[in-house]
């Protein structure tokens, strides 16, 4: 047996064996077509390493205190009593007026109700029946659960976290062991256990203008709320459907908050409410420009104003975000 001897571009020798009676010719094409398709992987492979996309710099981080520094909160003009913006990431408030004044929270009380129901551990798949015992007899608001309509302890969480209905939220405290009482007991336990010290409930709807909080209050049970995968699914779902056991039927409940159907608005929790005493609230978390927000409004004047409030400090934060030098972002 002899060796063939082959250069590629001074790259160096290739010795390769040769038995007797094959052509070195026919070596040459060979090695000539391994060497060709090895180049062309070689191009390619640089190509498309040349050509790779490359990942966005991440957008630059204001710290709040930092953004507080641009922030003109004079221009922010709310038609909320009370307004209270707090910065999740920092832990700062970046807006705050008369947020430490008890006053009716109405529906915002849910959240309260769904948190001890949740804690409680009562199982979810349990049949519960509308009765009379759940009527409204303080405001004398409507509900579409009529007397005889039977839902799951967790369907009846969906109508009253996203319909905000309070048939449903009646029903689940009466069905506790204990009754209405013991929940409205363990509810304001609870309130103590998280440090809101100004907040006291009467029961677990909120249509009894006893019920009162203040925003710095409610921003802690947002933060309680917060990590309840249900809670948090219900209250952003914009629609959703029960089934009545009694009859078969479905029903649909729409969201009450109207923001959830716009686009623009990152929501991962929300809750609305409205009663004469307590005006029109809201509660959420949101996230406005990369930055993790709970915002409370109280007491705003007219139906649709809580929403604008809203628009207005999501407006009023990424305009400050603008004005901020670069220079004092930190990655």
């Given at each position: 047996?002899?060796?063939a001897?082959?250069?590629?571009?001074?790259?160096?020798?290739?010795?390769?064996?040769?038995k007797?009676?094959?052509?070195?010719?026919?070596?040459?094409?060979?090695?000539g077509?391994?060497?060709?398709?090895?180049?062309?992987?070689?191009?390619f492979?640089?190509?498309?390493?040349?050509?790779a996309?490359?990942?966005?710099?991440?957008?630059?981080?204001?710290?709040?205190?930092?953004?507080?520094?641009?922030?003109?909160?004079?221009?922010?003009?709310?038609?909320s009593?009370?307004?209270?913006?707090?910065?999740?990431?920092?832990?700062?408030?970046?807006?705050g007026?008369?947020?430490?004044?008890?006053?009716?929270?109405?529906?915002?009380?849910?959240?309260?109700?769904a948190?001890?129901?949740?804690?409680?551990?009562?199982?979810?798949?349990?049949?519960?029946?509308?009765?009379?015992?759940?009527?409204?007899?303080?405001?004398?608001?409507?509900?579409?659960?009529?007397?005889?309509t039977?839902l799951?302890?967790?369907?009846?969480?969906?109508?009253?976290?996203?319909?905000?209905?309070?048939?449903?939220?009646?029903?689940?405290?009466?069905?506790?062991?204990?009754?209405?009482?013991?929940?409205?007991?363990?509810?304001?336990?609870?309130?103590?256990?998280?440090?809101?010290?100004?907040?006291?409930?009467?029961?677990?709807?909120?249509?009894?203008?006893?019920?009162?909080?203040?925003?710095?209050?409610?921003?802690?049970?947002?933060?309680?709320?917060?990590?309840?995968?249900?809670?948090?699914?219900?209250?952003?779902?914009?629609?959703?459907?029960?089934?009545?056991?009694?009859?078969g039927?479905?029903?649909?409940?729409f969201?009450?908050?109207?923001?959830?159907?716009?686009?623009?608005?990152?929501?991962?929790?929300t809750?609305?409410?409205?009663?004469?005493?307590?005006?029109?609230?809201?509660?959420?978390?949101v996230?406005v420009?990369?930055?993790p927000?709970?915002?409370?409004?109280?007491?705003s004047w007219?139906?649709?104003?809580?929403y604008?409030?809203?628009?207005?400090?999501?407006?009023?934060?990424?305009?400050?975000?603008?004005?901020?030098?670069?220079?004092?972002?930190?990655?």
């Amino acid at each position: 047996m002899s060796y063939a001897t082959l250069s590629y571009n001074n790259i160096g020798l290739l010795y390769l064996p040769v038995k007797h009676g094959v052509k070195p010719t026919n070596i040459f094409l060979t090695i000539g077509a391994l060497l060709s398709v090895s180049g062309a992987l070689l191009y390619f492979g640089s190509a498309k390493s040349e050509n790779a996309p490359v990942a966005p710099t991440p957008a630059p981080y204001v710290k709040a205190t930092e953004l507080l520094r641009y922030a003109n909160p004079q221009h922010l003009s709310l038609r909320s009593q009370v307004a209270l913006v707090v910065d999740e990431r920092d832990g700062v408030v970046l807006y705050g007026r008369d947020i430490d004044t008890s006053r009716p929270i109405a529906s915002l009380t849910k959240l309260m109700t769904a948190l001890v129901i949740l804690e409680s551990e009562q199982s979810l798949e349990a049949p519960i029946a509308i009765t009379t015992d759940d009527r409204d007899r303080l405001k004398g608001s409507h509900s579409r659960l009529h007397y005889g309509t039977i839902l799951t302890r967790d369907d009846l969480l969906r109508a009253a976290l996203s319909a905000s209905d309070n048939r449903a939220a009646s029903a689940l405290a009466r069905t506790v062991p204990g009754g209405t009482p013991a929940f409205v007991a363990a509810m304001n336990a609870k309130a103590q256990a998280l440090g809101m010290t100004q907040t006291h409930f009467a029961d677990a709807s909120g249509l009894d203008s006893r019920n009162v909080s203040t925003a710095r209050d409610l921003v802690k049970l947002l933060d309680a709320v917060h990590d309840q995968p249900r809670i948090h699914a219900f209250t952003t779902t914009s629609e959703m459907w029960v089934t009545d056991l009694a009859t078969g039927r479905s029903m649909a409940f729409f969201n009450t908050n109207r923001l959830l159907r716009q686009e623009g608005w990152g929501i991962s929790l929300t809750k609305t409410g409205y009663t004469a005493d307590a005006g029109n609230c809201l509660a959420m978390r949101v996230t406005v420009a990369g930055r993790p927000l709970s915002i409370v409004l109280l007491n705003s004047w007219g139906k649709y104003s809580k929403y604008g409030d809203a628009r207005r400090i999501r407006d009023w934060l990424i305009d400050t975000e603008r004005r901020v030098p670069l220079t004092t972002a930190a990655i």
